[in-house]
Nanobody, 127 residues
Framework: QVQLVESGGGLVQAGESLRLSCAAS????????MGWFRQAPGKEREFVAAISRSGGTYYAGSVKGRFTISRDNAGNTKYLQMNTLKPEDTAVYYCAAGAYYCLDYGCYAAMGQWHYWGQGTQVTVSS
């Protein structure tokens, strides 16, 4: 059974940092892209960042320069380093795997391209 499990969420003050982790089990994800999405209360789930199987990275404009996505060599654990957090970053953060055929930002940002999802981890940034 494929499982993605997020960890690392919590409550921080504006300007602080957090690192989210996503551990994958049940299969090898070295051939897939891995991504992060988030959903704030009352809003739709939105794309945050993705890393392709070749290591290319893609970021939403709202987080570019503050967030960094990475993955371990085996490809089954990925990370989202979040710096200079803002109250508007408050959301449930979901990791995703799949997007096997994506080659550009628009494709990675589309939820339908992702085959596997975690349960989410809450990030709350106070002002």
């Amino acid at each position: 059974q494929v499982q993605l499990v997020e960890s690392g969420g919590g409550l921080v003050q504006a300007g602080e940092s957090l690192r989210l982790s996503c551990a994958a089990s049940g299969r090898t994800f070295s051939s897939s892209a891995m991504g992060w999405f988030r959903q704030a209360p009352g809003k739709e789930r939105e794309f945050v960042a993705a890393i392709s199987r070749s290591g290319g990275t893609y970021y939403a404009g709202s987080v570019k320069g503050r967030f960094t996505i990475s993955r371990d060599n085996a490809g089954n654990t990925k990370y989202l380093q979040m710096n200079t957090l803002k109250p508007e970053d408050t959301a449930v953060y979901y990791c995703a795997a799949g997007a096997y055929y994506c080659l550009d930002y628009g494709c990675y940002a589309a939820m339908g391209q992702w085959h596997y999802w975690g349960q989410g981890t809450q990030v709350t940034v106070s002002s």
